[in-house]
């Protein structure tokens, strides 16, 4: 190991619970459920618990304003009345 003593250093990471990130940005926990699913947003599980990175924040962020996520809008088309 050319003569040099290697330690492991981590950086302390701020990680928020999923809910309470979810409850900040305004949707539900189904909605935060569906892109976990989807691999929109990557979360970590400490301890059966989901929690969210900053990192993960930014990535998720900067798909969703590139339009990344975008869907086209389905109206539902309604039943013809019969005569």
Do not use: C, D
Not at 39 to 64: D, K, M, S
Request: hydrophobic share 40%; aromatic share 10%.
């Amino acid at each position: 190991m050319n003569g040099q003593s290697s330690q492991w250093k981590a950086e302390p990471v701020a990680v928020i619970s999923l809910n309470r990130w979810l409850a900040q940005v305004g949707v539900t926990s189904i909605t935060g459920w569906r892109w976990r699913k989807r691999g929109w947003l990557e979360t970590v599980n400490i301890a059966g618990r989901q929690y969210v990175t900053p990192e993960a924040i930014e990535r998720f962020h900067r798909r969703a304003v590139a339009g990344e996520f975008a869907q086209t809008q389905k109206v539902p088309v309604g039943k013809e009345e019969s005569r």
